[in-house]
């Protein structure tokens, strides 16, 4: 599974971005595929995470705000951004993995893709 994302940008506080995860290669429906973000000088945490079958999870700090979404053949998986806070900047990447219990927990990852940029300015 390869995994390209796209959609970043810079905007300003309050603003909207939708990212794109593009899928290539066969994702079965046990699949997941996550959003996660770094900032410089931070961990990367998970943001939100959708099961081929399943509720979409979110970090509390995005509820309200971010949207996960896919499409029905799974080709892309996408993540709606409204609201944009500066302490939303960083680098966003889109993971796949399998039989993941925790949608926002990295461990379970295994395909990656490069990453895009986000940056709100205040």
């Known amino acids: 599974v390869q995994l390209a994302e796209s959609g970043g940008g810079s905007v300003q506080t309050g603003g909207s971005l939708t990212l794109s995860c593009a899928v290539s290669g066969s994702i079965g429906s046990d699949s997941c595929v996550g959003w996660f973000r770094q900032a410089p000088g931070k961990e990367r945490e998970g943001v939100a995470g959708i099961k081929y079958h399943g509720t979409p999870t979110y970090v509390d700090s995005v509820k309200g705000r971010f949207t996960i979404s896919q499409d029905g053949d799974r080709n892309r998986v996408y993540l709606q951004m409204n609201s944009l806070k500066p302490e939303d900047t960083a680098m966003y990447y889109c993971?796949?993995?399998?039989?993941?219990?925790?949608?926002?927990?990295?461990?379970?990852?295994?395909?990656w893709g490069q990453g895009t940029q986000v940056t709100v300015s205040s």
């Open positions: 993971a796949a993995g399998y039989r993941v219990p925790e949608p926002l927990d990295q461990r379970h990852y295994t395909s």
